[in-house]
């Protein structure tokens, strides 16, 4: 008799199989997802949350364990990590406008103004709504804040050297670049006023979590994004480095400059995004750009599957409920009311037109990096259980509902609001 037949009715031995037969479903459903997404940008992501709902209430009835999002925290915030680094070394690749200052506004305005309101709001709801301690609503604030550069990248310009960066999309691919690393300061923030902060630690906060870990994160990004982007081009050109083989250059120098900046005390997403920027114009015009930012766009899906399948696996009964009415309300205050009231007011200074500024403001989707955040926060171990529990479950409910409302929208709202988008990847 065969193993399964050792112990009756559904074991272990029969959840193996019916897990790999619902992983090459949802391979198969990925890859229909994506030969369709040039109409609606965010489909793959809303499919990909769909199949891990359905496999955890499938492994329920099987009775198999899956990860829990606050138990298995670690395993999430690697996993995140890994795929908003990719996903942040893709994003510089892709952009072609000069660095200076004047064709940088709108991101700027999005980082200087909506950035900090936002976090402000949050942490404001968390404090008074939810009563959440000031820590731990800072915490919220700064995962929240963020626009995720891996579900945001449809929506954003497209591959390097079409030559044609709508302002909007720009503005949205810029923004998805930088604030995953800017948000790091007020996350630390948090957690140091969650540990109970003196003026000691809020001036060494300041000194190294600000004055030295950001512009640290950029001049490492730079200096390792140029270096790595000079060597791997003569290797290319000496034929060294097999054609086909481009796209891993991408992983390689992501993975070595964001382990630099992380040795170093700097902030690894800001290094990452800065590395592929940097990366991009040292070969501005060159074939080999192209290879590269291929591969990592391919790569920057298949963990984007994987970290959205994992959180729709994540979803119990329990966790729906940790946020309480009030944590499921930050949702719409958010997405309907403090992102879309921020951009309205902070980017009449910008060069977008009134239907671009909506088009701006409404898709400023949450996605992995706030995952990543919240988890890292978890892991710190300096915000109490509870409230730790309530945070994470807080972002897993904003970020789904992102994906699925932003998901929907994308393509409709777009054209209803006239706004030219960037042509999408192939």
Do not use: K
Request: glycine share 12%.
């Amino acid at each position: 008799m065969g193993p399964a037949a050792i112990e009756p009715g559904l074991t272990l031995f029969l959840a193996w199989p019916v897990g790999l037969l619902f992983l090459g479903l949802t391979v198969m459903a990925a890859i229909v997802a994506l030969t369709h997404q040039r109409s609606r940008a965010f489909s793959p992501s809303v499919v990909y949350l769909a199949l891990g709902i359905t496999g955890a209430m499938g492994a329920t009835l099987l009775d198999a364990r899956l990860l829990d999002l606050v138990e298995d925290a670690a395993v999430v915030e690697r996993l995140a990590e890994l795929t908003v680094i990719v996903a942040l070394f893709a994003t510089g690749l892709r952009l072609d406008r000069p660095v200076i200052r004047s064709g940088w506004r709108s991101p700027v305005l999005l980082l200087a103004v909506v950035m900090p309101i936002t976090i402000a709001a949050v942490t404001a709801f968390g404090a008074g709504v939810m009563g959440l301690s000031l820590g731990a609503a800072i915490v919220l604030g700064a995962a929240l804040a963020p626009t995720d550069p891996v579900l945001a990248g449809d929506l954003g310009v497209g591959p390097p050297g079409q030559g044609d960066e709508p302002e909007a999309s720009f503005a949205l691919t810029s923004e998805a670049g930088l604030n995953d690393g800017l948000a790091f300061p007020f996350l630390y923030l948090g957690l140091v006023v969650a540990a109970g902060a003196s003026a000691g630690d809020l001036g060494e906060w300041a000194l190294w979590d600000v004055a030295y870990a950001v512009p640290a994160g950029i001049v490492l990004g730079v200096g390792g994004g140029r270096l790595i982007a000079a060597g791997a081009t003569r290797l290319r050109e000496r034929n060294l480095i097999a054609a086909e083989l481009d796209g891993w250059a991408a992983v390689a120098a992501v993975l070595a400059i964001y382990g630099i900046a992380e040795v170093a005390g700097a902030y690894g997403f800001l290094a990452a995004f800065a590395g592929g920027l940097a990366f991009r114009r040292r070969e501005a015009g060159h074939e080999y750009a192209h290879g590269v930012h291929a591969g990592a766009a391919t790569i920057e899906r298949v963990l984007e599957l994987s970290a959205i399948l994992l959180l729709g696996t994540l979803v119990t009964r329990e966790g729906l409920g940790a946020p309480g009415w009030a944590g499921w309300l930050l949702a719409p205050v958010l997405l309907l009311a403090v992102r879309p009231l921020a951009c309205a007011a902070a980017l009449r200074r910008a060069p977008l037109d009134r239907s671009e500024r909506l088009w701006v403001g409404w898709f400023g989707v949450r996605g992995v990096g706030s995952i990543y955040y919240a988890a890292a926060a978890i892991g710190s171990g300096l915000l109490a259980p509870a409230e730790g529990e309530v945070v994470i479950w807080t972002v897993g409910a904003v970020v789904m509902t992102s994906i699925l409302v932003h998901g929907v929208t994308a393509d409709p709202l777009s054209r209803r609001l006239g706004v030219r988008r960037a042509t999408p990847e192939p």
